[in-house]
């Protein structure tokens, strides 16, 4: 029982880099997030989708791009890495409704370092 | 003033002890409570729920909510070393926004 995967689990980055971190789950959840989690800062959210083609922006959103073209799949883009952008960056899913409580099932992070 | 108030810690107790967590909130839009627990280099996994205010316990936890207060708790009793986590408050009202604490780092010495 897989869950939520994320690769890669660790990446450096040079300033002015992109990358792609990607977020599969194959628990058939309709929504899903991004979450960026900063020493002392908690988990901020960066974007998330409430199903296949459809996403929205959250809290912090600036400097990364995202897309869902299937329900399993929902890949976060950095274009031009900066420093600031260094962090533990977490995927999650879930199949309760945004206006409920329900579980947030998490990945076990990507830790990006930009130098 | 955050949205969210979690004292970072760290917290040290020995194994045995009662643990109490807490966060502080300024938005009263709040309905939905959780409490969410993260062993290190791993994800956060749900401890616990409630909604609006009262208790609810589950096993060696129980998790309050003052909503006149703003103010949330969690307790673990007969703490063991494997409690050893971050543990991360949680809270929404009825959109999609959730708002996290920053989490408080807790070590339960054998």
């Known amino acids: 029982n897989a869950g939520v995967t994320q690769t890669p689990k660790f990446r450096i980055l040079k300033i002015g880099q992109s990358m792609t971190l990607q977020c599969a789950q194959d628990?058939?959840?309709?929504?899903m997030y991004w979450y960026r989690q900063d020493p002392g800062m908690g988990l901020k959210l960066i974007y998330y989708?409430?199903?296949?083609?459809?996403?929205d922006k959250g809290e912090v959103p600036n400097g990364y791009n995202v897309s869902r073209s299937t329900t399993e799949d929902f890949p976060l883009r950095l274009e031009l890495a900066a420093p600031s952008q260094t962090s533990v960056y977490f995927c999650?899913?879930?199949?309760?409704?945004?206006?409920?409580?329900?579980?947030?099932?998490f990945g076990e992070g990507s830790r990006l370092t930009v130098l | 003033q955050k949205e969210v108030e979690q004292d970072p810690g760290p917290l040290s107790v020995p194994e045995g002890a009662i643990v109490s967590l807490n966060c502080t909130y300024s938005?009263?839009?709040?309905?939905?409570f959780m409490w969410y627990r993260q062993y290190s280099r791993k994800g956060p996994e749900l401890l616990m729920y409630?909604?609006?205010?009262g208790n609810k316990e589950d096993g060696r936890f129980t998790a309050q909510v003052d909503k006149s207060s703003k103010y949330i708790s969690l307790f673990i009793r007969d703490s063991q070393p494997s409690d050893s986590a971050t543990y991360l408050c949680?809270?929404?009202?009825?959109?999609?926004?959730?708002?996290f604490g920053a989490g408080t780092r807790l070590t339960v010495k054998p």
């Open positions: 949680a809270m929404k009202g009825g959109n999609n926004d959730m708002r």
């Open positions: 999650a899913s879930t199949q309760t409704a945004p206006g409920r409580a329900g579980e947030l099932f």
């Open positions: 989708s409430v199903g296949a083609g459809i996403t």
């Open positions: 628990m058939n959840h309709n929504y």
């Open positions: 938005n009263s839009a709040f309905q939905y």
């Open positions: 409630t909604y609006s205010s």
